[in-house]
Each structure stands twice: as C-alpha cells, then as structure tokens.
C-alpha cells in the first residue's frame, strides 16, 4: 500500500503572498490608517532608514 500525499489547498499560496504584502508594505500603510497625514519625505525615510 502506497502513502498519499496530503494535496495543499489551493488557497493557501495565495495567503501566504497576501501575508506578505501586508507585512512588507506595513510602514508605508500604517500611519496613514491611524490619522497621520504623512509626505513624501516621511514616506521615503520609512522606506530608506538610516543606520
């Protein structure tokens, strides 16, 4: 008798990529949905952080 392998749902890719979109774009979404207003400079020290 021969073992099967438990087929991965299809969904789950897709909420591992969607897990990782949130948690990669987090410092640019975050203070803007708690009410700051942020610009392009805020925006790209989030991005480009100094040592």
């Given at each position: 008798m021969r073992l099967q392998r438990a087929a991965l749902p299809?969904?789950?890719?897709w909420l591992v990529?969607?897990?990782?979109?949130?948690?990669?774009?987090?410092?640019?979404?975050r203070p803007l949905i708690f009410g700051t207003a942020l610009t392009l400079d805020d925006l790209l020290?989030?991005?480009?952080?100094s040592g």
């Open positions: 299809a969904f789950v890719p990529l969607g897990a990782a979109l949130v948690l990669a774009t987090m410092p640019a979404w020290s989030l991005r480009c952080l």
